[in-house]
């Protein structure tokens, strides 16, 4: 077999950039792995292994991305069968993998026409494309949605989550390991996904002081460039002759939104998908939003994370809230990070399938109204950092469907008539993931427990105390301090401690308290309340013992495997009596915590069980 060559390119430094290729395709590699000892064309020695543990005849193809100035290796290997695998493979067959040869590190090359068409005749596009022809159609349309993220991006798990429901692409299909719904959930069937891919190595994950659970990932530059062409055949996006994103649509049901560029505006009702990929002023108008009565995601905010240096999203003015009645079609609607925003239309009745509303760090958001009530199929409502909302409406109490609700404001507001106090909640039967702001001087943290026990499907669950719409009063950190700590000590002094410690959180995993106004934990938090509780977050506040009344001078034991202290100048423990009361503890992040002592971590404050071992 004849070997083929890619042509020499030459990068914007003039440098030439050569792909270099053996004489064996993807299928032979496998065949030549078994061939009889012998020397290769290199001289190697086949059946020896060199200092990689590779065994030598085993050949590889070494390929170069013209775009890039990093090498590759396609490869076969045998997936594994084992059932407790991160991504089980969907056949036991040989699947071709990608594998970095080495770090990648890239360098600014030449994106013109010419080199795109060149690495689309190239070998090592030929073997992605294999790759991807054996994916699913979910998967398929899952891959090709990073090509719309610029190159070395961050791209959080939630916003994936969020766009792939808006498109349909993690329906969840009748499973036997399923909730009380009969079906999986969305954030399971999207970590299935993601797993794959990194079992691929289509994206890697980006962990941050070691956290064994990933929420962010990256692509890799030339799997990304082979990705985009993928998207312009298939029309995901429109991408331009050397590659670039444009805010075009004529050839693709999905638009998106670039800062340098202007939308077209003919043929809206083709739309399907609106994403806004860098524009952070929206000053156009939207008189067209009537016209979008297909589109299904509209993606306005911000996809990058809030704490990243970056400014929130202004917009001109609010008008054109007006036309979301038009798309009774929309499943998400995102206006994250979106600063102007002061309230949602009446109008917002009509989205009658929307599935996702996401107003996080709507910071000008001051009310929800009362029409929330029609957006029966509603499962993701996310108002957490609105600082501005001082109370929630009490229709909120009516989305049966809701699952995950983040940032309710729990207060003591009662000039707004009829608001949904926590309690009301119970009827939320699918509700899986609540966190709460309390905003109020009468919450009761040992009745606590009451409502919670009601909420058979609660698995997380984040309580934040002395924020929310206080934020109104002053601004500066300086006075808002100075807020929490009034309201704080005003909760300590009303607390209750007659509770029925019968009642359990039967599936809580993940419990987060932040800023928690006691000194000792509640009587009601112990482990045969929260017997499935692995995840244990307290950062801030007065707490100076992990302990309550009930447990002083008894060993207690708790089946935690995470635990995370942050900011708690007054808790004393060692590490002894840590390990003793958490036997099963497996990572420990501790900051500023300064009478937490003889803690085995790293310079990160993180301690890792197979670390110390």
Not at 497 to 517: G, H, N, S, W, Y
Request: aromatic share 8%; net charge positive.
């Amino acid at each position: 077999m004849a070997s083929s060559t890619n042509p020499s390119l030459k990068s914007n430094s003039g440098q030439v950039l050569e792909a270099e290729e053996t004489t064996h395709s993807i299928s032979t590699v496998t065949h030549d792995s078994t061939a009889k000892n012998g020397s290769d064309n290199n001289g190697n020695r086949r059946g020896t292994k060199n200092k990689h543990g590779r065994s030598r005849n085993q050949k590889k193809k070494v390929l170069c991305n013209p775009l890039q100035g990093a090498k590759f290796r396609v490869s076969i290997r045998k997936t594994s069968k084992n059932k407790d695998s991160a991504a089980p493979p969907q056949s036991h067959h040989d699947v071709p993998v990608l594998e970095t040869e080495e770090a990648i590190t890239t360098r600014a090359c030449s994106t013109d026409s010419d080199a795109y068409d060149q690495l689309k005749q190239s070998s090592i596009f030929r073997d992605f494309r294999a790759i991807f022809e054996g994916l699913d159609l979910q998967r398929k349309n899952c891959l090709l949605s990073f090509a719309v993220f610029p190159e070395n991006a961050v791209v959080q798990k939630r916003l994936l989550v969020y766009w792939w429901i808006g498109e349909g692409l993690l329906d969840p299909p009748p499973s036997s390991s399923t909730n009380t719904t009969g079906e999986k959930t969305v954030e399971k069937i999207a970590t299935e996904v993601l797993q794959d891919f990194m079992a691929k190595r289509f994206i890697v994950p980006v962990n941050r002081k070691r956290k064994t659970v990933v929420n962010r990932f990256k692509m890799d530059p030339i799997l990304r460039s082979l990705v985009i062409l993928l998207a312009r055949e298939s029309k995901f996006f429109d991408y331009d002759s050397s590659g670039e994103l444009t805010c075009k649509y004529s050839g693709s049901e999905r638009a998106c939104l670039i800062d340098s560029e202007k939308l077209e505006s003919e043929n809206q009702e083709k739309i399907k998908t609106l994403f806004n990929v860098s524009r952070r002023f929206l000053d156009f108008t939207f008189d067209w939003f009537p016209k979008m009565r297909n589109v299904q995601v509209l993606c306005l905010g911000m996809w990058w994370s809030s704490g990243e240096d970056h400014h929130h999203i202004e917009v001109k003015n609010t008008e054109f809230l007006k036309g979301l009645k038009s798309m009774e079609s929309l499943r998400l609607l995102s206006f994250h990070g979106i600063s102007g925003i002061q309230g949602l239309p009446v109008s917002i009745s009509k989205l009658r399938n929307l599935r996702i509303l996401d107003l996080k760090a709507c910071y000008n958001l001051e009310i929800l109204p009362k029409e929330i009530k029609s957006l029966k199929m509603l499962t993701h409502l996310d108002i957490s950092e609105c600082y501005l909302l001082d109370h929630m409406p009490k229709e909120l109490a009516s989305l049966s469907d809701l699952q995950v609700l983040k940032g309710f404001v729990v207060t003591d507001i009662i000039s707004h008539g009829n608001y949904c106090s926590l309690a009301d909640l119970a009827g939320l039967k699918k509700l899986r993931k609540l966190s709460i702001n309390v905003n109020s001087e009468t919450f009761s943290i040992e009745e606590l427990l009451t409502t919670l026990s009601k909420f058979e499907e609660l698995e997380k669950l984040k309580i934040a105390w002395g924020g929310g719409s206080k934020a109104k009063e002053s601004t500066g950190p300086g006075k808002t301090m100075v807020r929490q700590k009034s309201l704080l000590e005003k909760v300590v002094r009303k607390q209750k401690t007659k509770v029925d410690r019968a009642m359990e959180i039967k599936k809580l995993q993940k419990l987060d308290l932040q800023c928690f106004p006691l000194k000792k934990l509640p009587d009601w938090l112990i482990p045969e309340n929260l017997k499935n509780l692995k995840k244990l977050y307290i950062r801030g506040g007065g707490l100076n013992s992990l302990s309550n009344k009930i447990q002083e001078g008894e060993i207690i034991k708790w089946d935690v495997e995470v635990l995370h202290l942050k900011y708690l100048s007054e808790l004393k423990i060692n590490w002894s009596e840590l390990k003793a009361m958490f036997p099963k503890l497996s990572y420990l992040e501790k900051f500023k915590c300064p009478k937490v002592t003889f803690c085995p971590c790293d310079g990160s404050g993180v301690w890792l069980e197979s670390s110390s071992n």
